[in-house]
């Protein structure tokens, strides 16, 4: 039997609030079995960047990462919020080390092609190109890795990446060693049935119900990219994918989940 392992999405509107963030992180700090955490902060990045009259760009919702944007989200991803994260785990007695995909090479990653858009300075990542036995070691060490979405090209520049994209490449990468849940933790109780009403969680969902769940117009169409995620990390092996509330990740790392778990 495969140890379990927690891998860990943890959403912008809760690294934005500095109560809810060091709750989130009292609860991680609990969690029994290994676990990394992969976090976002591009408020924040963004915040910064009008400080320093830098405005942000984005196409249909995704950050145009320019030259002066990528010295922004390195400064803020993987400097300010990774290393306030780490910082307040140490405090709660949870090893954490801060990492980016370039610390140990441990997320080469490929710069987006230009096809229509030029994203600029932008990764994707696939899981074979994860050094998963450089983490099982950091892993075994009693380290918890804390990963900023942030990878490289293996020819010296840093790539903004899309977090829940690590944390699935992650958590496929990882289920060779382990038997892995993969959570991603955000605002809402989990994938709504009605987006108006916050207690419409889908306990569970399979590959049969969410297409029937579709065909009925049942899901709110920006959900649909996580879960479409969701079902590609456990054709590639990931045990299971859990997407709920920030504040039930203690519940949902346990066999009585909150929000909804997809199998």
Same mark, same amino acid.
């Given at each position: 039997?495969?140890?379990?392992? &927690? ?12 109560? @809810?963030?060091?709750? &989130?992180?009292? %609860? ?22 009008? *400080? ?7 196409? %249909?919702?995704?950050?145009? =990462? ?7 989200? =390195? ?5 300010? $919020? /990774? ?16 990492? =980016?995909?370039? %610390?140990? /090479? ?15 300075? $932008? ?12 983490? *099982? ?6 380290? *918890? ?40 933790? &955000? ?18 969902? =399979?590959?049969?119900?969410? *297409? ?16 479409? /995620?969701? &079902? ?30 997809? @199998?």
């Amino acid at each position: 039997m495969k140890q379990p392992l &927690f891998v860990i999405k943890i959403g912008g509107n809760v690294i934005d609030d500095e109560a @809810k963030l060091a709750l &989130f992180l009292q %609860d991680f700090a609990r969690i029994q079995h290994p676990c990394i955490l992969v976090h976002g902060g591009g408020k924040i990045a963004t915040r910064i960047g009008d *400080q320093m009259g830098i405005a942000s760009n984005y196409v %249909d919702g995704r950050r145009i =990462t320019d030259d002066d944007t990528i010295d922004i989200v =390195t400064m803020v991803y993987g400097g300010l $919020v /990774n290393k306030k994260i780490v910082a307040q785990l140490q405090a709660l007695g949870c090893n954490a080390i801060g990492l =980016t995909g370039a %610390d140990a /090479n441990m997320m080469p990653a490929t710069k987006r092609p230009v096809k229509t858009i030029d994203y600029g300075w $932008v990764g994707d990542v696939t899981p074979q190109q994860i050094a998963a036995t450089t983490l *099982q070691g950091l892993l075994q060490l009693g380290l *918890q890795p804390v990963f900023a979405p942030l990878t490289h090209d293996s020819a010296g520049h840093i790539l903004n990446t899309n977090a829940d994209t690590i944390a699935s490449s992650l958590a496929i990468a990882l289920s060779e060693y382990y038997t892995v849940r993969l959570l991603y933790c &955000f605002e809402k109780k989990g994938v709504l049935e009605n987006v108006d009403d916050d207690n419409s969680v889908i306990a569970s969902i =399979t590959q049969h119900n969410y *297409q029937q769940l579709k065909d009925e117009g049942k899901l709110f169409a920006g959900i649909l990219p996580k879960i479409d /995620n969701a &079902f590609a990390a456990i054709h590639a092996g990931v045990h299971e994918v859990l997407i709920g509330h920030a504040d039930d990740l203690l519940q949902n790392t346990t066999e009585k989940t909150s929000g909804t778990l997809i @199998k």
